[in-house]
């Protein structure tokens, strides 16, 4: 599905989406970027640094936010400008069901060339986890 341009408006909300964490998703993203820090995984090390638990990467937080972008317009290529501030950590239990990350978005200006502008808003447990999650996307 292709969203196009003369569809959407200021206030046009995105889907939903739910994602979750894992420490195996983690491990996964870690070979993956090359970010091997040990507050992603050693539990003793995350705690001894102040952190209440491993915690999960920004850039694995950052990417699974605009997943709510991508699915909506159907086309990552669409995605030309994205960015965050990282706010607060996603802690992740090891407990086989780690955490979830809860990601909502919204169309906050229509731009030239075809192109608008998606705030995203990601929390855990209530709490926000990404400041000024912005989106430039150019639609069909």
Sequence with gaps: MTIGYDEVGVGTELPAQSFPVTRAALVQY???S????????NEKVA???GLPDVIAHG???M???VRVVTDWVGDPAAVVEYGVR????????NDGTGSV??????????LDDRRVQVDLLATYQGQKV??????????A
């Design 101 to 110: 990350v809860e990601v909502t978005g919204k169309v906050a200006k229509l």
């Design 86 to 93: 990282f706010v607060r950590p996603v802690p992740v239990p």
């Design 130 to 139: 990404l400041g000024m999650a912005k989106a430039v996307v150019r639609l």
């Design 30 to 32: 870690a070979g993956a």
């Design 63 to 65: 990417a699974e936010a």
């Design 47 to 49: 705690l001894e640094v």
């Design 34 to 41: 090359g970010d091997f820090n040990p507050i992603h995984w």
């Design 59 to 61: 850039m694995f937080t």
